[in-house]
């Protein structure tokens, strides 16, 4: 194979991925009930089909050559990085043996539906039997892969290529301290938040329509894009130019879908900015999930939650929602939305102590990978540790370990990057300030010099640098939670005047 | 491979078909716009690879061990079927060179979107240049396939198998001049029927609530459906226990909107009921068109227009739609929505001049195949036959030529099944007549009997008859346009006072 024989085989597993996909999207979003066991099927006869495409040797062998060969020295940086990262790939899909992929697809598209079945029932006993086959079939896959010290790693370079666990060990730890500390002050200050108006009757309807009117001012390209309903909100790529995000909206509480819309949208300006960049490329493939989170992040906390965005659009949501906003002023209204308050639920969590969630849940997928917790102990585990980090116990299995839908997915090793998506927002936050003047003012085009900001520094460099490599090239500095700190005392002394 | 294994490579043939289905049905319903070209890509990635599944020898001759060997004689029935069904595809199949199928599937993708454009801009420049390529396609396919006299039949084969030309040409030809005459008399019937009523503004959510009220009714089940809206209505099969229709309402047409809800549904309750009684056996797979549309025009028609079906369900609409409603009388709305009456569009036509619009295609398309029409010719010569046959032009092309997605989609030889489904429709109706007594009543559980009766003489037959051989074991006679110029005779007699 040449080199364009090469990424001609690669477009094919791309498209097989994609249409795999396609298969998951629909079976959360419009799937009737009754398809699961055929959906199921699918999703296993793809994965075998895509796994079989990265087993075929030529492939191997021919990127082999070029990677050892007397040119690839003056091939372009793209070219280059796209040899290396088809490597990286291949070395790791070619350890897997396709019995434990296929196995993989089947049971977590049975789960997801099982997870969802146990959330609405409460009677969680076919999804927990489902849940220790996909611990235990990730164990094995970790096995497979290999690693140095710690299985979890394994796991954790599937988001996060490189990324090891005794990185973020010391890390989150720090930044625990750091939080508890930060959010004692909060609680011994004297100002209180009114929320209320936030939990009036909001027409589902009408915030659909006010969270695509923010989209688009977010710089989406509609004719590019979807969102639809789906029980866990999340994004997905179907295609080039084929982005889709899921929210969902609930009549009483406004802000929880409308966070959540946005925040997928950054993922999905993500997304779309790198195929814009690179297309068909394969750096435009598995982006690191911590860049990827720092991006949804920095839309829905240091944009979404910024008194600048408010003072701009509050008169907006304010003329959609008159009964409801029509008392309330726009410094009321920019409080609510950052009331800081330890809550059960992670997608619903402020920017402060969400990442006690991330730190809860990095806490048990190592321990459950490392064989050290079982899921016959997971719920009691999961409750004793939020009553002490939270000091309350999950009122129902809904909203405690049931929560997310990730490990009903097989995604263990995703959470940690949320809170190092969190890390990296406020650092990048800090470099773009340098740029852009005048960046809280959300008056003119400020969001299409962002997107064009993200897109020089961010989105058309694809996977070509690690996220380590990325953040210091933006910031030059390596990762780490002081400007994340920083970022919310400033913040958060204003608004409960520490 | 034994039989189990003949089967599991059967079955992942057919769980990349529906995966095919899906993609194309999301391209149908909701794929953001600038998704067509990955869209395409992906298309004929998945094709190619079904296609190399056809191509495998160790099936194919493993088929023919079985069915060559000594004990095929005792299996039982279906297991018989199966295994001559699988041989006649495969046999095809293996004809087919590889490139022509994937040509075909990206060129089909990108031409179904181009039909989309020409309809909205009146500029079908580019569509002509992908609908050149298609029929050509198609030719390079029948002459592959091979015939005895007429390369449409190879065509017509693909929707129903050993349908010839020579068979409908005689059959279409008696059923013209049956029916021209009987349009001429009903032009001289002194009877005016009102409609106006029925072009009234009807809210469209309401029509839908509507329309899954009365397919409930009918007898699905939603837990194994779903309804969205396209441009053209259509079903498709995505798994096993997932059927999905299409429909596409107007404001200002309610019954249009109505009877392609039902039409669909009559092709999803016989796509479900073959799934409940064959799942995943290959019998239950490629089911006859004509069959097929001999479902959804009973549902749509012999149903959907009868008196009974009204003087039941009237009271329903009528309340859904008071202010449009509330002074008609039942008869007034049965007269109404079976006004005979020259039109141009196929889908909105009465059951009567509907075949007409059949037999025009049907021409249209033996020409096209056997060379004798050219595209550049196609608009003018479809104008003109619709001026000898309907005595107008077209206003337009989207009410002309460009009216179906079939072409776009390179469904040459699918029309001439819709009346035969008409004619089908009508035989088996004289013989339900005779199991089913009070068939014209509603009110009761008719719509399960008339379920059960379907199951038994129908569904779960599955492929095994031939179209003529299931014809003939329900009505004990061949077909023949009698049953159906009987039909029409005896309820436009009365509503015309013939």
């Not at 939990?199 to 390209?221: H, R, T």
């Not at 950054?266 to 991006?295: D, I, K, W």
């Not at 309330?328 to 969630?357: C, G, M, W």
């Amino acid at each position: 194979m040449n080199y364009q024989q090469i990424m001609k085989s690669y477009q094919l597993i791309r498209n097989l991925e994609e249409t795999l996909a396609l298969l998951e999207w629909d079976q959360a979003v419009y799937m009737p009930k009754r398809g699961i066991q055929s959906r199921a099927e699918k999703i296993a006869f793809l994965t075998e089909i895509i796994h079989s495409k990265y087993l075929d040797d030529d492939f191997y062998i021919s990127l082999y050559k070029l990677y050892e060969g007397p040119d690839f020295k003056d091939f372009p940086f793209q070219k280059q990085k796209e040899i290396e990262f088809l490597i990286y790939l291949l070395v790791k899909k070619r350890k897997i043996p396709a019995n434990l992929e296929i196995e993989l697809a089947r049971t977590k598209a049975l789960a997801q539906d099982e997870w969802e079945k146990a959330r609405e029932t409460g009677d969680d006993r076919e999804y927990k039997k489902l849940l220790i086959k996909i611990i235990d079939l990730k164990i094995r896959y970790a096995n497979t892969i290999g690693y140095k010290n710690n299985p979890y790693d394994a796991l954790l370079d599937d988001y996060d290529p490189n990324l090891k666990y005794s990185f973020i060990a010391p890390l989150f730890e720090e930044l625990k301290g750091q939080l508890v500390e930060f959010i004692q002050k909060i609680n011994k200050s004297s100002v209180t938040i009114n929320t209320d108006f936030l939990n009036k009757s909001y027409d589902v309807q009408k915030q659909w329509d006010f969270g695509l009117f923010i989209l688009e001012q977010m710089g989406i390209d509609l004719e590019s894009f979807r969102q639809d309903y789906s029980v866990h909100p999340f994004t997905t790529n179907i295609g080039v130019f084929d982005v889709r995000i899921t929210t969902n909206l609930k009549e009483n509480n406004v802000m929880d879908g409308f966070f959540s819309t946005i925040h997928e949208t950054g993922h999905a300006l993500y997304e779309l900015g790198v195929c814009e960049a690179l297309e068909y490329s394969p750096c435009a493939n598995l982006l690191s999930l911590s860049l990827h989170e720092s991006q949804s992040r920095f839309y829905e906390n240091i944009v979404g939650r910024s008194r600048g965005f408010w003072e701009h659009y509050f008169p907006h949501i304010q003329k959609v929602f008159p009964q409801n906003l029509e008392q309330v002023k726009v410094e009321q209204f920019y409080q609510a939305v950052n009331q800081v308050k330890l809550s059960p639920i992670r997608i619903e969590a402020d920017e402060v102590t969400y990442n006690l969630h991330i730190l809860l849940r990095t806490e048990v997928e190592n321990k459950i990978i490392n064989g050290t917790l079982k899921v016959m102990d997971l719920e009691e585990y999961w409750n004793e540790t939020t009553k002490s980090l939270f000091d309350f116990y999950p009122a129902s299995k809904k909203e405690g370990y049931l929560q997310d839908i990730h490990w009903s997915a097989g995604l263990f090793g995703y959470f940690p990057t949320y809170t190092l998506g969190n890390l990296i927002s406020a650092q990048i936050y800090q470099a773009m300030q340098k740029d852009i003047p005048d960046l809280v003012n959300f008056s003119g085009d400020k969001f299409t010099k962002i997107k064009e900001w993200m897109k020089a520094k961010v989105y058309q460099m694809g996977n070509m640098y690690s996220t380590e490599e990325l953040v210091n090239k933006i910031s030059g500095e390596n990762l780490k939670s002081d400007y994340f700190m920083k970022y919310l005392d400033d913040k958060y002394q204003d608004i409960y005047q520490l």
